[in-house]
Structures are given as C-alpha cells and as structure tokens.
C-alpha cells in the first residue's frame, strides 16, 4: 500500500492539451488530443480523418469566415438561387457569343480583322458611354430600391443576350442591334455592381463585408466554370439546329428570371426606404405594433412600379403621395404663400415643412437637417396623408400625432429589427432655408 502511494506521488501528472479548428467559437471541431505523461512520452490521437479536413478548407474557400453566424439568415437562400440564376446566365452566354462570332464573320474568308475589330469596338463603346449615363440618372436611387434594381439589372442582361442571338438574323441592322444589347448589359452592370454592396452590407453580421465579397467571388467563379461548361455542351449538341438552340435559350431566360425573382424575394432588408416606411405605418396606425424585417419583404414591391401595377391592387402606396426634397420655386403660388406662411410660424425650430398640394404631401427639408430630420420628415408627411384619407386636419391632427407617438414608433420600429439612422431614398438636392425679416431689416 505504501509503495503505491509513493509510487503516485512520484509520477508526474498526465497533461492534456486539445487541438480544435474552426474560424469561429461557435463552429469549432477537435481535430487532436495530444497527451504527455512525461518530458519524453508525448501521444496524440487525431479526432478528425484527412477527409474531412481537407473538406472544411474547401469550404472556407467559399462562405465568409463564422459561417453561419457571421450572415444574416436570408444569406443562404440568395445565394443558392443567385448561383443558380448565374449558372443559367453562363450556359445563354455561349449561344449569344456563338451567334455574335458569325454574325461578324468569324470562319468566313470575306470577313476582315479590321471590320469586326471595329464592330466590336462599336458595341463596347455604346456600353460605356450608356453605363455613364444610366449612373448619371440612376446612380442615387439604387440603394433606396437595391431589390427592384437588383431584379431590372438580371432582366436588362436578358434582354442584351436575346438581342446578341437575334443579330444574326438581320445582317443589315447587326450594328445597330448589338449596340442595343451592349447598351442594355451595360445598364446591368452598374445596377448589379451597386446593389451588389448594399446587399454584402446587409448580409455582414460581424464587419465582414470585404470577407463576403470575396467569397461571393469564389462562388461566381465556380458557377462561371459550371454554367460555361455546360454551355459548350449544350451549344455542340444544338449546333446548326436554329429551333433547338432557340428553345434551350428561352427556356434557360426562363428560369433565369424566375431564379432572379426567388433570390430577391428571400431577401429580408432590414434598412428603411419609401416603401417599407409606408407599410410599416400603416401597421402600426391599424394593430398598434410594427412589422419584422421579414414580415415587410413578402409585402413590399421587387418589380418596377410601371410593371407590378397591375398586380397591386389594394397594396399599401402611401409613400407615392409624398414627394421628398421638393423645390420651393417649382411650387404653385397659392401653395408657396401658405409654406411662407408655414415657415413664418415655426422658422426657429423646424428643420423641414410640410405643405399639402392637391392630395400629395410635399417635403421641403432645412440646409441644415440630418439624416434623422429627413427620416421625420418624411413619417411626419406619411401620418399627414393617412390621417388625411380618414376625413382628418391634416396638418393639426399630423403635428399632434407625432408629438405622442413618433418617439414610441421609433423605439418599437428598433426592437423589431430595422435600423432607423436614415431614409434609403434619393439624394435630397433641394433645401431650403427660412427667416423672418422685421420691418427694420432685421432678420431672426
């Protein structure tokens, strides 16, 4: 009994030292356990096979580092469908750059280099300066609707590929046509670049949006080598059949489209635009309580209003009453007197005015407003059109309403998830500033 006793305490503790892997603490997988009972008896015993060690940095490669944790939960269902969307996109690219080659005359010996040098340079010159202008026009208003854009600019590349596989057909307007399709992807470009980054915003948990990016490159690239793969396949099975590669290339639009539409539909944005703001009053003027994130995505608008009218009806379109930034000078005379008159009585505190002009609620916002003055703003003029399809005082009824409930719709809009920082809508470039002028030319 002694002996053993001194033979315990004479032998060294055993220390064991875990080896896990994993990029982040919620996602961690023992990979070892290494044990040393003295300076020169070391064991390890591996947890893990090769195999699926080697599959974990696979698929590193592609999905932002504390996946899942580190996304937003609408992350997964987009980019599946935005993959799929892509590869489809890849596969109809062959048969537009098939159609285009010959349509120039690529294996025919009346064709010159110089010629369809300078056809190529035609089209990409018509997308460069259409990409220009469309920013010029367009570039503001992409992260206020990042959605509906997101789903235009897939639909514009649509229509490019189609005019690129129709040039052929009509040899004397092939210029003409595939600066059109140029002019079309081009559109696509700026669109899907832009929206692309407010959605990588949006999806990043952790600060990691730079991370997202470039994984969400590594997955184009593997969608790209798929779609383009397949798409030599299916255009050698097709070729010289004008019907079969008709119908693959319609079909593959179609489901392009709808995969578009299911990708922008799985989207749950939690930033605050025109639309959303409107759906979520609305809410709250008839229950009291504001709407989720995810309960606004499946009510609100992903097509142009010009496309998705007909298939409105009775849907919330508040915010189309309410024009934002508005230019004092552009306003009628009898409207300009009573925002005079307006401004006269609240020039010390105000930082917007809200005048009312045949059903629509005009904003004039202050030089000297916040994001936070614009956001009001424009809840202040939704409550004035709500109260005034009630039969209400507009503007008395309104001001009353935001002195109790604007705080508390604040507060609630922020516990269900929305960030309430700024509006999402188009640059305001019309301010204003008001002062009173007494008769001996001071001003206050």
């Known amino acids: 009994m002694e002996e053993d006793q001194n033979e315990n305490s004479t032998s060294p503790p055993a220390t064991v ?12 997988t023992k990979t070892a356990t290494i044990t040393a009972t003295s300076s020169s008896s070391i064991s390890i015993k591996r947890s893990s096979n090769a195999f699926t060690h080697i599959s974990q940095r696979i698929l590193q490669a592609f999905v932002p580092e504390g996946f899942p944790s580190s996304v937003t939960p609408d992350y997964v269902p987009f980019q599946v469908w935005d993959s799929l969307q892509g590869l489809s996109t890849y596969v109809r690219m062959m048969f537009s750059t098939q159609a285009l080659l010959s349509a120039i005359g690529v294996g025919e010996k009346s064709a010159t280099v110089i010629g369809a040098t300078f056809q190529w340079f035609l089209r990409d010159l018509t997308g460069m300066v259409g990409g220009v202008l469309f920013t010029c026009y367009q570039g503001s208003n992409l992260d206020s609707n990042a959605k509906m854009w997101r789903l235009v600019a897939d639909l514009m590349n649509d229509l490019g590929m189609l005019m690129d596989l129709v040039s052929p057909l009509f040899p004397s307007a092939f210029v003409f046509i595939v600066c ?23 999806f990043a948990l952790q600060n990691n949006a730079a991370d997202i990016a470039a994984k969400e490159g590594s997955q ?17 099975i097709t070729s010289g059949h004008s019907f079969a590669i008709w119908i693959s290339f319609l079909s593959l639009t179609m489901f392009h489209m709808f995969a578009n539409y299911m990708a922008v539909r799985s989207l749950s944005l939690n930033t605050l635009n025109c639309e959303r703001c409107s759906i979520v ?19 609100e608008h992903v097509l142009p209003s010009w496309l998705s009218s007909w298939t409105s009806k009775g ?33 010390k505190k105000a930082k917007y005015l809200l005048q009312q002009e045949r059903g629509i609620i005009n904003i004039v916002t202050h ?14 003029a939704l409550v004035m059109a709500k109260l005034g399809d009630q039969g209400g005082s507009m503007s008395l009824e309104s001001q009353s309403w935001m002195d109790k409930h604007y705080e508390v ?8 998830g929305w960030k309430t920082e700024r509006l999402l809508s188009s640059s305001v470039v019309w301010r204003a500033n008001w002062l009173v002028e007494y008769s001996d030319g001071k001003h206050d």
Do not use: C
């Open 367 to 380: 030089k000297d407003s916040t994001a936070a003055d614009i956001l009001q703003s424009f809840i202040h």
């Open 281 to 299: 009053l609305s809410q709250f003027f008839k229950t009291g309580q504001v709407l989720s994130p995810k309960q606004v995505s499946s009510m």
């Open 220 to 236: 184009e690239t593997l969608a790209t080598m798929f779609g383009m793969a397949l798409g030599m396949l299916l255009a050698h």
């Open 17 to 28: 030292i875990e080896e896990w892997n994993g990029t982040s603490s919620t996602k961690l």
């Open 315 to 347: 849907s919330d379109s508040l915010y189309k009453r309410v024009h934002l930034g508005v230019r004092v000078s552009s306003l009628y005379s009898l409207a300009m007197v009573n925002l005079l008159e307006s401004a006269g009585l609240n020039h």
């Open 409 to 416: 719709f604040l507060l609630k809009l922020q516990s269900s």
């Open 180 to 202: 059109l399709g140029s002019l079309s992807r081009s559109f696509t470009g700026v669109a899907s670049g832009a929206t692309r980054a407010a959605l990588t915003q949006h």
